[in-house]
């Protein structure tokens, strides 16, 4: 499958909320696979279909020493625990890596790319992964977890078309 190029924040679509998986067919698996290579290319460990323009409720997960790679199809969080302080980045970010307040467990609800249902526990990097990705189909970006003099120091001294490191 072709590479796909990676919406870059401010995109207003990187903040809409994703609409559900209806139909597990080929064009899913398309998207699938799509998300795949273009994580893989970009050196990320996940990747939602909205950060590719698709406002569809899909992300791809592929942690270091997890189980590689994962597929959640229309995500729900049944429960978040553990916060802390985390270092994120984003590839729809550029250049900015900030540490943020997230759960480092949580229990979630998904589907996988045939439309089977399951229910798993994650924690460590793979539930910070996987949340981040989650925030993603809600509209929300990792710096919005920062605080808001933050976010604005960021927007401030960007350059053009860059972001510095928070």
Sequence with gaps: MPLREVLVDPDPRLRQRSLAVETFDA???????????TMRHARAIGLSAP?????????????????????FVNPEIIDQRML?????????VPGVVAKVRRNIRARIRARDRSGRQLEIDVEGLRAVCLLHEIDHLDGRLFIDRLPAWRRLLLRLHAPRGARPAA
């Design 84 to 92: 802390a302080i985390v270092e994120e980045s984003c590839v729809s």
């Design 27 to 37: 064009d899913l698996d398309g998207l699938v696979q799509d998300l795949l290579d």
């Design 51 to 71: 950060q590719l323009g698709v406002p569809l409720r899909v992300v791809v997960v592929d942690v270091p020493g997890g189980i590689a790679p994962e597929v």
